[in-house]
């Protein structure tokens, strides 16, 4: 059994960046770029109005009340044919290029008019309402560098700067295989002996919550030769191979058999972590698998703990893993001390301070307890019971 810091270190010096991609903007979404991003045009193209007004010359106002006489209307995409002279003022369009001669643009609820005869009260200053040429990018600007991640926000941002297609980060394919004989579908009777198979269904939501390609092969038998050709196919297949089940010490737990007959380099098969403590990673060429236990709540820990910092650092994200910050408890809590104690609670903020509740038993089947929580407190190795007020590390979970 090896320390959890240490197996994630051994995962994460195993899961290597993948090479990058051109795809189109509209996939880009929660991706990294793999390319430095720089502005083809400025931005914005022209000097253009931020407001629904009249545009002027700013010198033609004073202190007083100063006429114009209107002398067109501009609208947003239109090409300003006319020079403002001295005296005159165009109705301009949110988003319309300000024409020549004008400096200003005054907000049509600021002004009064009659027929062609504009009336405005007070000083304009030179720029009032306007969006310079240039003044957000300039072109050639510098404005993503490779490494970033790709939010709403930056998609917008791309599109404005003409670039239909950008170069990512592949994203992994995750091969789900669900090991077990005791499973029937999620459409099926319980009959006696049987449950209904959670994994498959938790896992696929687990790695589309990454954003990867995800694939699952369905259930595969507790037989040794069915679950090597599953494993063996798997790795073929994809960049990533999880398997559910299988891999405590019973007589049908094959996954460690098989992954010697394969040849893997098994780096570990035990971790000092509640729930999930069976967890199994190994490498074959440059894939990597893990062989994640059968129980529901282990399951999502295991992944959650070591699965998704791989896939994410494969990906090019930078937030490998997620904050953890303290939290106080409001509840009391016990551990057997034994291992790094995953205990799932409800976190909740209250004036600036993190507080978490018990959601119930954390036994590793108890996926409703999951249901029921936010994030997580670690009951670190050692210590065998915390109490209401004490200050854990917790963070949230499926970010
Ligand atoms: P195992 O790790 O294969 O020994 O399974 C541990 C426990 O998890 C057993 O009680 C199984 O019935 C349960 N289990 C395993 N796989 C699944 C699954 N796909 N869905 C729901 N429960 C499962
Ligand atoms: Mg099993």
């Keep these: 059994m090896i320390k959890l810091c240490k197996a994630l270190d051994v995962v994460l010096d195993n899961a290597s960046l993948l090479e990058s991609e051109t795809i189109p903007l509209n996939e880009a979404l929660n991706r990294v770029l793999a390319e430095n991003i720089n502005s083809k045009d400025n931005l914005p193209p022209f000097n253009k109005s931020s407001m629904d007004g009249y545009a002027l010359k700013s010198t033609d106002t004073g202190e007083g009340q100063s006429k114009f006489k209107i002398v067109g209307s501009i609208k947003a995409g239109d090409v300003p044919r006319t020079e403002i002279k001295k005296g005159e003022a165009i109705k ?11 400096d200003a643009v005054i907000q049509i609820e600021k002004v009064k008019t009659c027929k062609d005869e504009l009336e405005v009260c007070g000083k304009v200053c030179e720029g009032k309402n306007v969006l310079m040429e240039g003044e957000e990018i300039k072109k050639g600007d510098s404005v993503f560098e490779r490494g970033t991640f790709l939010r709403p926000s930056e998609i917008g941002m791309l599109a404005s700067l003409g670039y239909g297609r950008v170069q990512c980060y592949r994203k992994p394919k995750i ?64 960049d990533i191979v999880i398997t559910s089940g299988g891999v405590s010490v019973g007589d049908y737990d094959f996954i460690e058999d098989v992954l010697h007959e394969i040849g893997a380099d098994i780096k570990f098969t035990s971790v000092e972590v509640k729930p999930g403590k069976p967890v199994t990673f190994a490498t074959f060429k440059n894939k990597l698998f893990f062989g994640l236990p059968g129980n529901p709540l282990s399951v999502i820990n295991t992944f959650e703990v070591f699965a998704a910092p791989a896939v994410k ?65 670690i009951i670190k190795k050692g210590i065998k019971s915390v109490r209401a007020g004490d200050i854990l590390n917790g963070k949230f979970i499926f970010k």
Excluded: H, W
């Design 92 to 102: 301009i369009m949110t988003g319309a290029a300000v024409p020549k001669g004008a």
């Design 175 to 238: 091969i789900i295989i669900t090991t077990g004989d005791e499973l029937v579908g999620v459409d099926d009777k319980i009959t006696e002996g049987k449950v209904r198979n959670c994994n498959e269904y938790a896992l696929v939501a687990l790695s589309k919550n990454l954003n990867v390609s995800v694939k699952s092969y369905g259930i595969v038998e507790d037989q040794k030769e069915k679950i090597l050709g599953a494993v063996k196919n798997a790795l073929e297949e994809g």
């Design 313 to 377: 650092k494969m990906m090019g994200r930078k937030d490998v893993i997620n904050d953890e910050f303290p939290v106080i408890l409001e509840d009391d809590f016990k551990s057997k001390g034994d291992r790094d104690n995953y205990i799932y609670v409800n976190i909740e903020k209250k004036d600036g301070k993190y507080y978490a509740r018990n959601t119930g038993m954390q036994s590793s089947n108890a996926l409703f307890t999951l249901t029921r929580s936010n994030g997580v407190i």
